[in-house]
């Protein structure tokens, strides 16, 4: 080989070493990116007022008041999700006996005996 493709072989090789090295920090360097992203867009953003300028006193206010109406939300809630129990829980103690005095008329039959006759 001539002294020109050494030297074109070295070149190449030192470019490729530099680009592998660089791929390799980019790909340490994306996970924290994808992470720092993913708790941005998790966090939800708060609204406290109109479009102005707050003081940190005001800012205050206006958590406090959103703080109380979301309590407020909160407790009254939207009811229970999925499907309804078909025994009564232990809350519902005045439908419970209602539902046992609708019951105590209907009696159970009785046990079921086979029939036996005697030889004689």
Do not use: C
Not at 9 to 32: E, H, V
Not at 48 to 62: C, I, P, R, T
């Amino acid at each position: 080989m001539s002294q020109r493709h050494v030297q074109k072989l070295a070149s190449a090789a030192q470019i490729s070493f530099a680009k592998q090295t660089l791929f390799q920090d980019q790909n340490r360097i994306l996970p924290k990116v994808n992470n720092e992203a993913k708790v941005r867009r998790s966090t939800r953003s708060v609204v406290l007022g109109k479009a102005k300028v707050m003081s940190y006193e005001d800012l205050e206010q206006a958590r406090a008041k959103r703080a109380a109406k979301e309590k407020a939300t909160v407790n009254k809630g939207k009811g229970k999700r999925g499907r309804k129990r078909k025994s009564p829980t232990p809350e519902e103690g005045s439908s419970v006996s209602r539902d046992n005095e609708l019951l105590e008329p209907m009696k159970a039959p009785a046990p079921w005996r086979a029939l036996v006759t005697r030889m004689h």
